[in-house]
């Protein structure tokens, strides 16, 4: 990010991968380049997710499958969390297992109640490659381990079982933007 102005203003708004797109459920590669390109792409993620009105966005659901995601998202107590994390890591994920409601950009309009820990800590690197660790309880730790799945490959609705998926994917054969493979 440009120092001094806030995230995504710089960025241009790029079209959402959606379920169905292979890139969704490929494991991203680390970045290894931390220069312009990676600061313009942490830019357009913003911009993209702000359109969007999400709380976070992984690179892969705007086709780049690099292990990149941004978020802006409150935790339980409506606090905001801002930031981005290049090449991230989950160290911790634990505490109360809540079932909750959870949506994705890449699923628009739909949501299904999907298990998630109440906490979650995230290693990695800012766009500069300053190492970073970020800390998330309630609705954010349910942001960072939806985040860093996409990373891995895995989407909101992967986690879901039974009912619950069969639910979700006749939703998403119903769904507008859905095109069947």
Same mark, same amino acid.
């Given at each position: 990010?440009? *120092?001094?102005?806030?995230?995504?203003?710089?960025?241009?708004?790029?079209?959402?991968?959606?379920?169905?797109?292979?890139?969704? *459920?490929?494991?991203?590669?680390?970045?290894?380049?931390?220069?312009?390109?990676?600061?313009?792409?942490?830019?357009?993620?913003?911009?993209?997710?702000?359109?969007?009105?999400?709380?976070?966005?992984?690179?892969?659901?705007?086709?780049?499958?690099?292990?990149?995601?941004?978020?802006?998202?409150?935790?339980?107590?409506?606090?905001?969390?801002?930031? *981005?994390?290049?090449?991230?890591?989950?160290?911790?994920?634990?505490?109360?297992?809540?079932?909750?409601?959870?949506?994705?950009?890449?699923?628009? %309009?739909?949501?299904?109640?999907?298990?998630?820990?109440?906490?979650?800590?995230?290693?990695?690197?800012?766009?500069?490659?300053?190492?970073?660790?970020? *800390?998330?309880? %309630?609705?954010?730790?349910?942001?960072?381990?939806?985040?860093?799945?996409?990373?891995?490959?895995?989407?909101?609705?992967?986690?879901?079982?039974?009912?619950?998926?069969?639910?979700?994917?006749?939703?998403?054969?119903?769904?507008?933007?859905?095109?069947?493979?």
């Amino acid at each position: 990010m440009r *120092h001094g102005s806030l995230p995504g203003v710089h960025g241009r708004v790029r079209p959402l991968t959606l379920l169905g797109d292979p890139v969704l *459920h490929t494991p991203c590669g680390e970045v290894t380049d931390f220069g312009p390109e990676l600061a313009d792409l942490v830019e357009d993620l913003f911009a993209t997710m702000y359109a969007a009105q999400g709380v976070g966005l992984a690179a892969n659901q705007i086709g780049v499958p690099l292990r990149v995601f941004v978020f802006d998202c409150p935790d339980d107590e409506e606090v905001r969390h801002l930031g *981005h994390v290049v090449n991230p890591r989950p160290v911790v994920t634990d505490g109360v297992v809540v079932r909750g409601p959870e949506g994705c950009l890449s699923l628009p %309009g739909l949501e299904a109640g999907t298990e998630r820990y109440d906490h979650a800590v995230v290693e990695g690197f800012t766009v500069t490659g300053e190492p970073v660790t970020v *800390h998330g309880t %309630g609705f954010f730790a349910r942001c960072l381990q939806h985040e860093s799945d996409h990373l891995e490959g895995t989407v909101y609705a992967d986690r879901l079982a039974g009912r619950r998926h069969r639910k979700l994917m006749r939703q998403v054969k119903r769904a507008s933007w859905h095109r069947p493979a």
